[in-house]
């Protein structure tokens, strides 16, 4: 099983995207997370960077405590054994930093 978080945040610059990853793995330590891949410029809107973070423990309880980080802004599939929920920025709520404007929390696999 897997779970990750894909996040899409507000950069400047490749330097700027740079900065960002230490400040979002830190904003996911209580999940355990490993170090983000490189950011890369988002190709649909290049003022957007990804940065994808693995997790631990990869099950329904961490899952739900990433879900219930920020209160509204969800968008959940129908739960089984591939569960995808998409944040989208609303109304001053904040997933992790400031700067995340979207973000999605894959689990794969039971």
């Known amino acids: 099983m897997i779970l990750m978080i894909r996040a899409l945040a507000e950069c400047d610059s490749p330097e700027a ?3 960002l990853a230490p400040r ?11 170090e983000p891949s490189p950011p890369e410029r988002y190709w649909k809107m290049p003022e957007l960077y990804e940065f994808t973070l693995v997790l631990a423990p990869p099950s329904d309880v961490t899952f739900a405590e990433v879900i219930a980080s920020a ?3 969800w968008t959940h599939s129908e739960p089984d054994d591939d569960r ?10 904040v997933f992790l930093l400031p700067q995340v404007r979207w973000a999605e929390v894959l689990k794969h696999g039971g």
Do not use: K
């Not at 995808?84 to 709520?93: D, I, K, L, Q, T």
């Open 17 to 19: 995207a740079a900065e």
């Open 24 to 34: 979002l793995l830190q904003a996911t330590a209580q999940w355990l997370a490993v």
């Open 71 to 73: 209160p509204s802004g």
């Open 84 to 93: 995808s929920s998409v944040w989208n920025r609303e109304g001053g709520v």
